[in-house]
């Protein structure tokens, strides 16, 4: 109930493509839908998040698209770089309570954009 | 700066040692968090705390231990009964007010290894 899946877990993308990365959860309670970026030997940053009341969000070339009734939601990075390099991690987070803030992470996506 | 500092950078542990991981924060966030990395399998929580002198256990609490005197300070302990301590390991603080984005920001990490 509590996993988040994400796919795929690694993903090579020409210069000026699309990347698209999928998760998908379980549990219906959770509230809030962030995506962390990271890069290597550092910590990971928040990139762009989502509540379930919102279909879509779009910051610069990052996109959120999220689909309440098959609870899936994916990030799309429209004209990918080689800078947007990184590891991604979608993360979901329960209602508040003991669990306030608690993240549940995917299991992150190396991505890979070739010059 | 505001941030959250991680220290060691690199931590070697021999057999049957306990070694302690550092983070301290200056971002006035109540909620701190410790996360285990390995690649493939995303963060997991090993312990968080909402408030001073409180914490709880996380996914993979086992051969862990911290402490939470300070607003600031969470320091976590690796004991000799963590038999695969070898990871990345990332602090994170968020804030616990109402309202607020639940965004969690996270330090540069620490890589400990096994000697």
């Known amino acids: 109930q509590q996993q988040v899946k994400q796919s795929p877990q690694s993903l090579i993308v020409q210069k000026g493509g699309i990347s698209i990365i999928n998760c998908a959860y379980e549990?219906?309670?959770?509230?809030?839908f962030p995506w962390y970026q990271q890069f290597p030997g550092k910590g990971p940053a928040l990139l762009i998040a989502?509540?379930?009341?919102?279909s879509e969000k779009k910051e610069g070339r990052f996109t959120i698209s999220f689909n309440k009734s098959a609870k899936q939601f994916s990030l799309h990075i429209m004209d990918s770089q080689p800078g947007d390099s990184a590891t991604y991690f979608c993360?979901?987070?329960?209602?508040?309570?003991?669990?306030?803030?608690?993240?549940?992470f995917g299991q992150g996506t190396i991505l890979t954009v070739h010059p | 700066d505001g941030g959250i500092t991680q220290s060691p950078k690199y931590l070697f542990r021999k057999e049957g040692q306990n070694v302690t991981l550092s983070c301290e924060q200056n971002?006035?966030?109540?909620?701190m968090y410790w996360y285990r990395q390995d690649p493939g399998q995303g963060l997991r929580l090993i312990y968080y705390?909402?408030?001073?002198?409180?914490?709880q256990k996380g996914d993979i609490a086992e051969g862990y231990s911290v402490s939470r005197e300070k607003k600031e300070s969470f320091p976590l302990t690796v004991t000799s009964a963590q038999k695969n301590p070898t990871a990345f390991y990332l602090c994170?603080?968020?804030?616990?007010?109402?309202?607020?984005?639940?965004?969690?920001?996270f330090g540069a990490g620490t890589r400990l290894s096994v000697l």
């Open positions: 994170a603080s968020s804030m616990m007010h109402s309202g607020t984005k639940n965004i969690q920001y």
């Open positions: 549990n219906t309670a959770f509230d809030y």
């Open positions: 989502i509540r379930p009341d919102v």
């Open positions: 993360a979901a987070k329960p209602p508040g309570g003991t669990s306030y803030g608690k993240l549940t």
């Open positions: 971002l006035n966030h109540d909620a």
């Open positions: 705390s909402q408030i001073v002198n409180d914490f």
